[in-house]
């Protein structure tokens, strides 16, 4: 079957140039402009007038090795042994053998989907070493004091991975035997786009020892999801280190995102009718969204409460589990309400729902939730996100200490230590920054917006281009996208 004809995705060539180089730097600027160094965000970005590189260095704590310091060695490899570990358990662990869709060629790839028991095996070790050594257990102290070099590395993995898998996109064959299949969208004959998108719809590589690994549907849900957790965790512990207690706001984020990561891991065979597994190439677009962003940007909240503790209270709390719940409900509900019609269409639970058929045999729903808008799944999605960022308050900190010592470094003293003669102490304080930190901590509300949008928009020309006709009929049946009556 030739392939289907795609226009540019994400601004073209250009586009993804700029996402490339753009997206890690902004990971970058997060880790430097909010620390506990001296604020968050920075002093220096308060005064634009007074502001130099030697004090935007000095405040961010910038290494003073310099960008060299951005990296390091042991850090990489205590990272891909994370991700060892992570394949070990795959393969070890019993799983849920699956068959996906079918492929245009025509065959069907078969998965083995345990990423919830490898998560809980993993937090089990991670739990048991906090009970044995509290905050002080080495994984929680190493991602703290390496946090810049861990976004390096898992960086680096991105990068050579959609390196990777970009050649050996051009050994896919017609009619492979082994249902290898370029994407749809990835064939555009520019290299960085190619690159960027991913030629190869479902790259599988045979490793000795864990035999078969589908690489896209790995990095789906297990390092990055699971990383995000781990980070939220880490911070905790870094928060109870500093106070000596927990805050409510950190617990309530960490439990939120924790609800929302492991329910993907236990509903991971859902991802094979995503439009990821599906539709998408896997490319550094998917490498950096899953081993990066997810985990060092969906982790901000968590990460600006350890240092600036926010009490919500009992009313704060049940405020914020209000947006969570009716969030998630909308969520699962659509989600739960799609899936069970797709494998039977004669459950109970569906059986009422009208839905319209298209000429290709497809049913489109068009009453429950999937009547109430197109996309209605990404308004549950949409306003969850809220209630990972509300928890951090009008948000915005500075440091201050009685006395200062020197941090060209990047490093401060800690409390009861001399300088000069006279003891630092140090104190946590929003003063002017209040307000401006939310940049930072609401960051991901804003950019999942814009995410959640855009991912419409793509999932709308692709069932153009699967229904015709017939989707514009059931636009007009469905006339909403995700918010119905505004959108």
């Known amino acids: 079957m030739p392939a289907e004809k795609h226009g540019y995705e994400f601004g073209g060539p250009l586009g993804a140039y700029g996402i490339t180089f753009g997206l890690p730097l902004v990971c970058y600027a997060a880790s430097f ?39 390091s060695v042991k850090v990489t490899a205590y990272v891909l042994g994370y991700y060892l570990l992570s394949l070990c358990l795959q393969e070890i662990l019993p799983g849920e053998e699956v068959e996906g869709v079918q492929l245009t060629s025509g065959g069907r790839l078969r998965y083995k989907f345990n990423a919830f028991n490898s998560a809980i095996a993993i937090m089990g070790v991670a739990l048991a070493g906090t009970m044995l050594q509290g905050t002080e257990f080495p994984l929680w102290t190493f991602i703290w004091a390496n946090y810049t070099q861990i976004i390096t590395a898992n960086l680096g993995i991105a990068f050579s991975l959609a390196c990777f898998v970009y050649v050996r996109s051009f050994s896919v064959k017609p009619n492979d035997p082994d249902h290898r299949e370029l994407a749809a969208g ?13 030629r190869e719809l479902n790259p599988r590589i045979e490793l000795p020892i864990f035999g078969t690994i589908d690489i896209k549907a790995f990095c789906e849900l297990r390092p990055g999801m699971l990383g995000w957790i781990i980070m939220d965790l880490a911070f905790i512990a870094r928060q109870y280190h500093l106070y000596g207690y927990i805050s409510d706001s950190i617990l309530l984020i960490t439990a939120s995102q924790a609800l929302y990561v492991f329910d993907a891991l236990w509903m991971e ?13 896997f490319g550094f677009m998917l490498a950096f969204g899953d081993l990066v962003w997810v985990p060092f940007i969906y982790s901000l909240q ?21 947006v969570q719940g009716s969030g998630y409900y909308i969520f699962r509900s659509a989600n739960n309400e799609k899936n069970r019609f797709r494998t039977d269409p004669d459950d109970p639970k569906v059986a009422h729902l009208e839905y319209m058929e298209t000429a290709s045999g497809s049913k489109l729903l068009i009453s429950g939730w999937w009547g109430m808008a197109r996309h209605i799944n990404y308004l549950g999605d949409w306003i969850m996100a809220w209630s990972y960022c509300l928890p951090t308050g009008i948000a915005g900190y500075l440091v201050q200490r009685s006395s200062q010592a020197p941090i060209s470094d990047g490093q401060s003293p800690a409390d009861g230590s001399f300088v000069g003669g006279a003891p630092v102490q140090t104190q946590i304080v929003q003063g002017e920054a209040r307000g401006w930190g939310m940049f930072i901590t609401y960051f991901y509300v804003i950019y999942f917006a814009v995410l959640l949008i855009h991912r419409e928009m793509r999932d709308e020309e692709k069932c153009m281009r699967k229904y015709g006709q017939d989707w514009q009929k059931y636009r007009k049946r469905v006339p909403w996208r995700i918010l119905p009556g505004v959108y």
């Open 269 to 281: 065979p859902a991802i094979l009718t995503t439009m990821d597994i599906t539709t998408d190439g």
């Open 302 to 322: 968590a990460r600006y409460l350890a240092v600036y503790p926010v009490h919500l209270g009992v009313s704060g709390t049940l405020a914020v589990l209000a």
């Open 186 to 198: 990835g064939q555009s004959g520019n290299l960085v786009y190619d690159w960027f998108i991913g």
């Open 33 to 71: 402009l909010c620390n506990e160094v001296s604020g968050c965000p920075v002093p220096s970005i308060l005064h634009p007038s007074t502001l130099t590189l030697a004090r935007l260095k000095q405040e961010s704590g910038w290494p003073k090795e310099g960008i060299l310091g951005l990296g």
